[in-house]
C-alpha cells in the first residue's frame, strides 16, 4: 500500500490515492442519516472549533460531508471516500462511521486537533478511497485510578484520546488496598474512609520512603454516569473492576468485618505491593460485595463487570478457623479451590443479571466455571489455559502491554520498574497465542494495554508512561497483524508526534525524557527483576507454568 498524503494511524487495511484535494471552507456542510446523528454532531464540533468554520448541517444528499450507514461492511469497518467535491463516510454501524471521522481528521494537518484557530486554513484534504475495520472486538486501556486517583476531566481527557486512536475499552481499575475510588451508596465508609490514605510510598518497596501527604478522591455515582455516557458517545465501553477477595485492604479498613481478624485495627495502606489482608470468606461477605456489585451495575452497563481475583494471599486464611472450617465444609482440598468458590458465587451473581464476570488469569487457579473472561496478564500460556477451560481472552501479558514499565535503561528514566518496554516491543506485540488451536480462536475477544499508577501521581506521569506506547498499542490491536513494515510504522508515528502536540500530550519523546520529565532523585530505584520474580512465586499457583517475563504489580 502506497504512503498516504497524510500518516494513518493505526494503519487502515487498504487505502488508495487520487488527484485533488477537498477544502473545508465557510459553505461545507454535514448532513448524517438518522443513525449517524450524533456521529455528525460529534465531527462538525471536532472540526468547527480547530477551523473557526460554521460546518452547518444539511440533509444528508446535498451536504458537502455525508455521513451512512451500510448494513454490509462490518459492524467496526468504514469506507471513507474524498473526492474534491464530496466527503462520504460510510460505516457497518454508527461506530464504524465514527472511526472513518477519526481518519478523516488524521487526513487534515495536525492543527485540526486543537480546541480553537491558531492558524486560518486552508483547511484541505486530499483525496482518497480507505477501506478499513479492526481486527479485534476488544481494544482496551486498562486505568488504575486506585493507587493514584484521576479527576473526572482527567479520566474524560484519556477517553477522547483512546476513541482518537480507535480504542474502545476503558478497564477502570477502581479499588485496591491503597484506596477505594466509586461512591456506594448503600455503604458510604467504602469512601468516607476508604477513598483516602496518609501518605504514599516513593520509589521502590525496598526503600521505606513516604511522601508524608494524604492521598485521596472518589468517584460520585453521578461522576461515574458522566464518564460512561461521555464515553459511550465516542463507542468507548467502560468496564468497572472491584477487585476481590484480595487486593481489599481499604474495604476492610472502612468495614473492618468484612477482614479475616476484625478486632485488629486496619488502616488504607500506605505501601504498594500485595497487602497480606484479604476479604475473610463468609455469607455475610458474599452478601457484601453481591450488593456492591448490584450498584455497580446500575452505574455500568458494560457486559463485563471486572472482580479482579489477582494475587489473593492465602496466609490469612490458613491461619483462620473460620475460614478453615468453611473450606472443609465445603470438601474444598486448598485454599486456592476456597478462592475459586468464593469467586463463583459472584459469577453465578453476575450472570442471574445478564452480565460476564471479568477477572485476571488468577481466577483459573480453583476450578472456576467456564463463561467468565479472563485477562490473561502472565503470558500467552494462561491465554491458551483459559480458552481450553471455557472462558474468553483478553490478551495483555505483561511484557508486552504494561505501559508503566520502564522504556529504556537510562539513569534518567523517571519510573524504571519493571522490564524495558519500548516503542517497538509493544508494536512487536502479538496477542494471537502461538499454541492457540484454531477450533479456540474466537474465544480471543482482543488485546488491552496496562496502567499502573503506583508511581503515576499525576494526569502528566500518565502521559509520560501511555505515549506514544498506546499509539503503538493502537495499531497492534486495531491493523491486520504483519501488514505494516517496521519502517513504516516509525515515518507514520513520527508524524503522528504532531498530532499529540497538538493535543497537549505530554509523551516521551523518542530521544528520551526531556530535563523536567527525567528522575531528579536515583534513592529506590530499580527493584531487582529476580527479586520480583522471587516475589510472585510466594504469591501464586498458576494452573500452568508461568512463562518468563511475569512481575507483580
Not at 72 to 84: D, H, K, N, S
Not at 307 to 320: L, M, Q, S, T, Y
Not at 538 to 549: A, C, F, H, K, N
Request: glycine share 8%; proline share 9%.
Amino acid at each position: 500500500m502506497p504512503p498516504l498524503p497524510m500518516p494513518v494511524l493505526p494503519l487502515p487495511v487498504s487505502a488508495r490515492t487520487d488527484a485533488g484535494l477537498f477544502a473545508l471552507d465557510g459553505t461545507t456542510t454535514v448532513g448524517a442519516e438518522p443513525a449517524c446523528a450524533g456521529v455528525a454532531r460529534w465531527l462538525a464540533g471536532a472540526l468547527a472549533q480547530p477551523t473557526g468554520l460554521p460546518l452547518t448541517a444539511a440533509p444528508v444528499t446535498e451536504a458537502a460531508v455525508r455521513l451512512g450507514v451500510d448494513p454490509a461492511l462490518p459492524a467496526e469497518g468504514y469506507r471513507l471516500r474524498v473526492r474534491p467535491e464530496r466527503i462520504t463516510l460510510t460505516g457497518g454501524s454508527p461506530a464504524g462511521v465514527f472511526y472513518a471521522a477519526q481518519t478523516l481528521r488524521q487526513l487534515l494537518p495536525p492543527e485540526v486537533y486543537r480546541r480553537a484557530p491558531v492558524r486560518s486554513g486552508p483547511w484541505t484534504v486530499p483525496a482518497v478511497e480507505i477501506a478499513d475495520q479492526p481486527r479485534f472486538g476488544w481494544r482496551g486501556c486498562m486505568l488504575d485510578v486506585a493507587r493514584h486517583f484521576m479527576p473526572v476531566a482527567g479520566v474524560l481527557r484519556l477517553v477522547d484520546l483512546l476513541a482518537a486512536h480507535k480504542l474502545n475499552v476503558l478497564h477502570l481499575h477502581l479499588t485496591d488496598d491503597q484506596g477505594w475510588r466509586v461512591q456506594i451508596r448503600r455503604y458510604p465508609r467504602l469512601t468516607e474512609v476508604g477513598a483516602w490514605r496518609h501518605e504514599s510510598m516513593v520509589g521502590s518497596r525496598q526503600h521505606e520512603r513516604f511522601d508524608g501527604r494524604p492521598h485521596g478522591g472518589y468517584y460520585s455515582q453521578d461522576d461515574i454516569r458522566e464518564i460512561v455516557a461521555y464515553a459511550a458517545e465516542r463507542f468507548v465501553t467502560v468496564v468497572p473492576e472491584i477487585d476481590l477477595p484480595g487486593h481489599t485492604q481499604a474495604a476492610i479498613a472502612a468495614y473492618p468485618y468484612l477482614g479475616n481478624n476484625p478486632d485488629e485495627p486496619v488502616t488504607v495502606s500506605t505501601r504498594w505491593g500485595v497487602s497480606q489482608r484479604v476479604l475473610n470468606v463468609s455469607d455475610e461477605t458474599v452478601d457484601f460485595f453481591r450488593h456492591v456489585l448490584d450498584e455497580v451495575m446500575e452505574l455500568f452497563p458494560s457486559r463485563h463487570i471486572g472482580i479482579g481475583g489477582d494475587e489473593c494471599r492465602k496466609d490469612e486464611w490458613r491461619a483462620n478457623p473460620a475460614a478453615q472450617d468453611r473450606r472443609r465444609a465445603l470438601g474444598l482440598g486448598d485454599e486456592e479451590a476456597l478462592q475459586g468458590w468464593f469467586v463463583a458465587r459472584f459469577q453465578e451473581h453476575l450472570a442471574a443479571n445478564g452480565r460476564v464476570l471479568f477477572g485476571w488469569d488468577e481466577i483459573l487457579e480453583g476450578d472456576l466455571p467456564p463463561g467468565a473472561t479472563v485477562a490473561a496478564w502472565r503470558g500467552p500460556a494462561l491465554a491458551v489455559a483459559a480458552a481450553r477451560a471455557g472462558h474468553d481472552v483478553v490478551a495483555c501479558w505483561d511484557s508486552s502491554a504494561y505501559l508503566d514499565y520502564r522504556q529504556s535503561d537510562h539513569p534518567d528514566e523517571p519510573i524504571p520498574v519493571g522490564t524495558v518496554l519500548t516503542v517497538a516491543d509493544v508494536r512487536a506485540f502479538d496477542p494471537e497465542p502461538p499454541g492457540l488451536p484454531a477450533e479456540l480462536r474466537h474465544r480471543l475477544l482482543g488485546a488491552q494495554c496496562n496502567i499502573w499508577t503506583e508511581h503515576a501521581d499525576h494526569p502528566r506521569t500518565v502521559d509520560y508512561l501511555a505515549f506514544p506506547r498506546l499509539c503503538a498499542f493502537a495499531e497492534v490491536a486495531w491493523s491486520p497483524g504483519g501488514t505494516a513494515p517496521r519502517d513504516d510504522f516509525d515515518r507514520r508515528l513520527g508524524e503522528h508526534l504532531r498530532r499529540l502536540d497538538a493535543l497537549g500530550v505530554e509523551y516521551r519523546p523518542p530521544g528520551g525524557p526531556l530535563p523536567w520529565q527525567r528522575r531528579p532523585d536515583a534513592s529506590g530505584w530499580p527493584r531487582e527483576r529476580a527479586d520480583r520474580d522471587a516475589e510472585l512465586a510466594t504469591l501464586t499457583r498458576t494452573v500452568v507454568p508461568v512463562p518468563d517475563g511475569t512481575a507483580d504489580r
